[in-house]
T-cell receptor, first 116, second 112 residues
């Protein structure tokens, strides 16, 4: 039973298209994240949601829009895809802060986006 | 704000040799420290973490790390590596809020 699952695992699309990546966690965590890993393996946070509320919104183009329908789901929609958007996108969750949990991140398997 | 430095981008080592992967951090507040491993085409998996208490932390797969507050370091060690340890290793810090900051990663290559 996968703790953090994201779909699709692979996504190949043309420039200018719109695509979405979905993420679900069954750990009961309050906080979910999207990270982008570039070709040099560098991990950069994009967004973080706590109980459906946006708490971290790094410098990311407006073409990227996260949506959290409930605390177990965090989806990423990308408009007008560009070549530079090619990367692996990781969803993660944690139970951080006062009240419990160790704060560690649990990662999904990643979604490899290739823009042609 | 926190930052993490991993000075070695690549570390080649022969099988059964010891290895140390270095991690230094900077922060104006107390932090919690983590090491993650990423095998090819997979997500990141927690190796070990330091939250409080003993500064020597033992993790999975025979890895351990030592927190040194005065040197702001959290180096990862293994006394004898295996081929299967070949992977990318990431050091990360958080102020126990919601923001985790990752280092650039160290590629460990274990040679036969």
């Amino acid at each position: 039973d996968t703790a953090v699952s994201q779909t699709p695992k692979y996504l190949v699309t043309q420039m200018g298209n719109d695509k979405s990546i979905k993420c679900e966690q069954n750990l009961g965590h309050d906080t979910m994240y999207w990270y982008k890993q570039d070709s040099k393996k560098f991990l950069k946070i994009m967004f973080s949601y706590n109980n459906k509320e946006l708490i971290i919104n790094e410098t990311v183009p407006n073409r990227f829009s996260p949506k959290s329908p409930d605390k177990a789901h965090l989806n990423l929609h990308i408009n007008s895809l560009e070549l530079g958007d090619s990367a692996v996108y990781f969803c993660a969750s944690s139970q951080a802060g006062v009240g419990g949990g160790t704060g560690e991140l649990f990662f999904g398997e990643g979604s490899r986006l290739t823009v042609l | 704000a926190q930052s993490v430095t991993q000075l070695d981008s690549q570390v080649p080592v022969f099988e059964e040799a010891p290895v140390e992967l270095r991690c230094n951090y900077s922060s104006s507040v107390s932090v919690y420290l983590f090491w993650y491993v990423q095998y090819p085409n997979q997500g990141l998996q927690l190796l070990l973490k330091y939250l409080s208490g003993s500064t020597l932390v033992k993790g999975i797969n025979g890895f351990e790390a030592e927190f040194n507050k005065s040197q702001t370091s959290f180096h990862l060690r293994k006394p004898s590596v295996h081929i299967s340890d070949t992977a990318e290793y990431f050091c990360a810090v958080t102020d126990y809020g919601q923001n985790f900051v990752f280092g650039p990663g160290t590629r460990l290559s274990v040679l036969p």
